[in-house]
């Protein structure tokens, strides 16, 4: 299996538009990397591509990676998007794929509605375009098997916020020879399920959005906490460290980091704990080959 990490930044990505923030200072003046807004690309053969969400930076991302590029008149290696959740930062990027004559997307029926009540959304889920509802089970697909994995999470904010079963996955994907991988960008808490599967596979990437739970408030970015926005901060009481730290996959990561995160900047403190707990923060245009018996992994960081 193939796995192209397209984006590690949350919304808005790294420098933020309108932020000025030490951060995103840092990525301005190239003392930090820039990173694009959080985005999976995955391949059980390295000739067609499914990709796990699809930002606003989506067509920049596939420019600057020549396994996704087209490669003839109207031809593209990419075959799908699977939709984490119904938040504009993972979904506006659909719009990208107007063009496409057949197109599949997958997600939930909670995130298949919140999208297509908006009618720039809609005809994603008419002919000759497929949107196919993850909640009935795996998905074959270019060869690879994904299946969604529930995890806590809530409606976006235009929809409402509300917490309901569906507003947000996460995905374990597996190809022919059993290779694993989990992509959970977003998500309230670690729970049962997505443990067990991030225990079976070879490499799994957990939602880093925020260090701590009042990071906005504490910068003065924001007046809302990390829980209050759907994301389990990194660090505290409740946090999802611990939990990654001890899980049994041999590689694992963190990816959806904020811009207000002090993990981006080596320097910190935060960012030693993360490396002495064994975890990375991935970055943008990782390639990760994971193979059944040999594992060879060039995450960036």
């Known amino acids: 299996m193939q796995l192209h990490v397209l984006g590690s ?3 808005g990505g790294v420098p933020q538009w309108n932020c000025g923030c030490s951060n995103c200072t840092a990525a301005r003046e190239q003392r930090l990397p820039s990173r694009t807004q959080a985005s999976l690309a995955a391949s059980a053969d390295g000739r067609s591509w499914v990709l796990f969400n699809a930002t606003t930076d989506i067509r920049r991302q596939i420019e600057r990676d020549p396994a996704l590029v087209a490669r003839g008149a109207r031809e593209s290696p990419i075959c799908g998007v699977f939709l984490t959740d119904a938040n504009i930062d993972h979904c506006a990027g659909l719009l990208e794929f107007r063009q496409a004559g057949s197109f599949a997307v997958h997600s939930t029926a909670v995130v298949r509605d919140t999208l297509c009540a908006n009618a720039m959304f809609a ?3 008419a002919p000759p375009r497929t949107w196919t509802l993850v ?3 795996a998905v ?3 060869g690879l098997r994904v299946s969604a994995v529930p995890v806590d999470g809530q409606l976006p904010s235009f929809a409402g916020s509300g917490r309901t079963d569906g507003a947000a996955v996460a995905y374990a994907i597996e190809d022919g020879a059993g290779v694993k991988a989990v992509y959970a960008p977003i998500l309230l808490e670690i729970g049962a399920p997505l443990r067990q599967a991030a225990d079976r596979a070879d490499a799994a990437f957990f939602d880093g959005s925020f260090w701590s739970d009042d990071e906005l408030i504490a ?3 924001g007046t809302r906490t990390a829980r209050q926005m759907g994301h389990a901060p990194i660090a505290g ?3 999802s460290l611990d939990t990654v730290r001890a899980l049994a996959c041999p590689r694992t990561f963190y990816t959806h980091a904020n811009n207000s995160n002090p993990i981006l900047d080596p320097s910190t403190q935060a960012a030693a704990e993360l490396r002495a707990a064994g975890i990375a923060l991935v970055e943008d245009g990782a390639v990760l080959t994971l193979e ?4 060879r992994v060039n995450a960036g960081a």
């Open 237 to 239: 009481a409740g946090g």
């Open 292 to 295: 059944a018996r040999v594992r």
């Open 219 to 221: 910068l003065g970015l």
């Open 123 to 125: 005809p994603f889920a």
């Open 140 to 142: 074959e697909i270019a």
């Open 9 to 11: 930044a949350a919304g």
């Open 135 to 137: 909640d009935d089970g």
